[in-house]
């Protein structure tokens, strides 16, 4: 998998994660077709409104507009892995790549987890947005303040679809987030890809998008390797993390077996 720098889109964060969508897209993809093709073929006559239909579409093409290196996500949902499992690894290819989310999942929303926090508004979040935008966007003109309230809005929403948050109200609660195991082991084959090393998966921040530290990383790397699914293996300074497989789309072919 190659992560390219990904430019900062608004679009992205105001239209959401889109996971039943995408997931349908994906269940149903044919590889001898373009992605356009596919968007065809997977929503024709799906939408209420033609409006809302081409606003899906664009989201989707934008979002993936590397499709070869969403392979493993396309063979995991056509496997059958269920949604539930599958909103996990689409969270970690959001997470991954799209700047405005990823530096708020990891740099504001779990050091405030980490720190005890238990409840939290989208208000909260709005000297974040402010913060960031400049870092992330250069030159590009200053949020209004309307688009720093939206902004501050849609992180909270997309953190809730991807259940790192949750209560149906406008504040939130931090949930009791439970990564499956060969979740886990595709968190991992994706970091180790990244990373271009297996024994920088324990070290990432990457692990943050579901509310894991170090600790809680290495206690599910050793129960792991105790159950012979993975293998790790410590000397001094040294650790050696063998994956169950040579990459992730191989592992994701295996996963939902």
């Given amino acids: 998998m190659t992560l390219k720098a990904d430019a900062v889109s608004l679009r992205l964060l105001r239209k959401g994660a889109l996971m039943e969508e995408t997931y349908r897209l994906f269940a149903g993809w044919d590889f001898n ?9 997977a929503f024709e006559g799906h939408f209420r409104t033609m409006a809302w239909a081409k606003e899906v579409k664009v989201t989707i093409r934008r979002r993936f507009r590397d499709i070869d290196d969403a392979a493993s996500l396309i063979i995991a949902a056509k496997m059958g892995l269920p949604p539930e499992e599958w909103r996990q690894c689409l969270h970690l290819w959001i997470g991954s790549r799209e700047k405005l989310y990823h530096d708020f999942a990891l740099n504001w929303l779990y050091p405030e987890y ?12 709005q000297p974040f947005v402010r913060s960031i935008w400049p870092r992330v966007c250069g030159n590009v003109p200053t949020l209004s303040e309307h688009s720093v309230i939206r902004s501050a809005r849609d992180l909270v ?14 504040t939130k609660t931090f949930a009791s ?3 499956s195991d060969r979740c886990f082991l595709y968190f991992a084959q994706v970091i180790a890809e990244i990373e271009h090393s297996t024994a920088r998966v324990p070290h990432s921040h990457l692990w943050r998008l579901v509310l894991m530290g170090r600790d809680d990383v290495m206690q599910t790397i050793l129960r792991l390797h105790q159950y012979r699914k993975l293998e790790y293996h410590v000397a001094g300074s040294l650790e050696q993390l063998t994956l169950p497989c040579a990459n992730v789309r191989e592992f994701a072919e295996k996963m939902a077996a």
């Fill in 114 to 125: 980490e720190s005890g926090r238990y409840q939290l508004q989208a208000r909260d979040v």
């Fill in 177 to 179: 987030l439970h990564l």
């Fill in 33 to 41: 077709r373009s992605l356009d093709a596919n968007l065809d073929h």
């Fill in 157 to 170: 929403r997309m953190s809730t679809e991807f259940q790192l948050l949750c209560g149906s109200g406008p």
